[in-house]
């Protein structure tokens, strides 16, 4: 009586589990898509996982999946991405961009909008591109990873660099730029963040400094280039 209840519990058992499978199966394909207030076009996507593939946006995206890689071609209105894991691309946008992911690299490759873009483990690069007379605030920030930010040569900024490294990768990580930031690094190891680490600053301003422009990074570069 016992093995045949004890067979039966292990049968059940295996069906809830696959049950439950095939639930978050369906969950990771389920897409959900809405139209923002005043039917604006917005395209809204929210995933429990998988990628995320987006060509063509012009009232603005939502696009969040909790493991996968974003991707949206052309947005011209703000758009929000995020993801768990996975790397994050706009293509090209004509508006703010806010993008991050928790694993994985982050790379705007044209846009002229302001720009908030962070990993927890990865590069991030952007590129930003025409007239520099209206106000483009930039916030690019890695835990781990090389920061690269294009801008145009006449493009007015108040830039602030922040770089930490630890001890294992002391005088591997540098800040590049042909612009004359005055850098300054830390002589004593800062013990209050876990790992002893160093850091290295740069600040200063081209023009009038209308755009204000942060870059912060740990263990990798940051390159900052005019074109």
């Excluded at 996507?45 to 060509?55: E, F, N, P, R, T």
């Excluded at 969040?64 to 011209?76: D, I, P």
């Excluded at 690019?140 to 294009?150: D, K, Q, W």
């Excluded at 493009?155 to 590049?176: D, S, V, W």
Aim: hydrophobic share 35%; charged share 20%; with cysteine.
């Amino acid at each position: 009586m016992k093995m045949r209840n004890g067979k039966r519990m292990a049968g059940l058992f295996t069906a809830v589990l696959a049950v439950g499978a095939v639930a978050s199966a369906l969950a990771g394909c389920r897409v959900y898509r809405a139209e923002a207030a005043g039917n604006s076009g917005t395209v809204s996507i929210h995933k429990m996982g998988g990628d995320i593939d987006v060509a063509d946006a012009p009232d603005g995206a939502t696009l969040e999946t909790m493991g996968g890689n974003v991707r949206l071609g052309n947005v011209a209105g703000h758009a929000k991405l995020h993801t768990m894991g996975g790397n994050v691309t706009v293509e090209r946008a004509h508006a703010s961009i806010d993008a991050s992911t928790m694993g994985g690299s982050v790379r705007i490759e044209d846009t002229n909008g302001s720009i908030t873009a962070s990993t927890m483990g990865g590069d991030v690069s952007a590129r930003e591109v025409g007239s520099s007379s209206e106000r483009r605030d930039i916030h690019l920030s890695s835990m781990s990873g090389t920061i690269t930010l294009v801008v145009p040569q006449d493009f007015p900024m108040e830039i602030h660099i922040k770089l930490a490294y630890t001890k294992n990768h002391e005088g591997q990580c540098r800040i590049i730029d042909k612009l004359g930031l005055k850098q300054q690094e830390t002589q004593d190891w800062d013990t209050s963040h876990g790992s002893p680490r160093k850091v290295i600053r740069a600040d200063g301003q081209t023009g009038n400094g209308l755009n204000k422009v942060t870059l912060e990074t740990i263990n990798g570069d940051v390159i900052l280039k005019q074109e």
